[in-house]
């Protein structure tokens, strides 16, 4: 399955109030490998809250000259197409695209988004936990940093397509109703 995992990091937890200032996807073939990426640094247009940078590592002087989310959200959304979208913990993602897609009146993405922190909790089961990092320690997955949007789309796309292979076992992988 053709999809395409991505991740956002955020000035805050807050959609609609918080805002986007990095979108990292990447979009992965059939067999697992990464295809194309799509990544960018959004100015948010306030200053970096020292809380969200210390975890994303994301600081005023690197959003300097960057584009606005309005330069974006349509770029993203014709990389993104109608291709099968995942992300881990989808909703909090899904809810800062929609709120600025609203409020900014662009185009969204059409393909279905999958979340991969309760599938992972099915395929995986007894873990400590199911945080991004945890699971793919779990599946060896060769890692360096967490919490800047290329770098944790690409391990969420990694994961899923382990969870895939793993779900798939005549080669034939479920469909995304199923998935959902």
């Not at 399955?1 to 990292?24: K, N, S």
């Not at 909090?92 to 279905?112: N, W």
């Not at 967490?146 to 798939?168: I, P, V």
């Amino acid at each position: 399955m053709r999809f395409i995992a991505f991740d956002l990091e955020t000035t805050g937890t807050l959609p609609g109030v918080d805002q986007i200032v990095e979108i990292g996807a990447v979009m992965f073939n059939e067999q697992g490998a990464a295809e194309l990426i799509f990544t960018t640094l959004i100015n948010p247009g306030i200053p970096m809250p020292e809380a969200a940078s210390r975890v994303n590592g994301i600081t005023d002087e690197m959003l300097v000259g960057k584009p606005a989310i309005t330069d974006v959200l349509d770029a993203f959304a014709d990389f993104c197409a109608d291709v099968p979208m995942v992300a881990h913990n989808a909703a909090f993602d899904a809810q800062f695209l929609t709120a600025d897609i609203k409020k900014h009146e662009t185009t969204a993405p059409r393909g279905v988004i999958l979340d991969t922190l309760p599938i992972a909790r099915k395929v995986y089961p007894g873990l400590a936990n199911y945080k991004l990092g945890t699971l793919i320690q779990h599946l060896g997955i060769p890692s360096t940093n967490f919490h800047r949007a290329e770098e944790d789309a690409a391990y969420c796309g990694q994961l899923f397509h382990k969870m895939l292979t793993r779900l798939s076992p005549n080669g034939v992988p479920p469909t995304l109703q199923t998935l959902s």
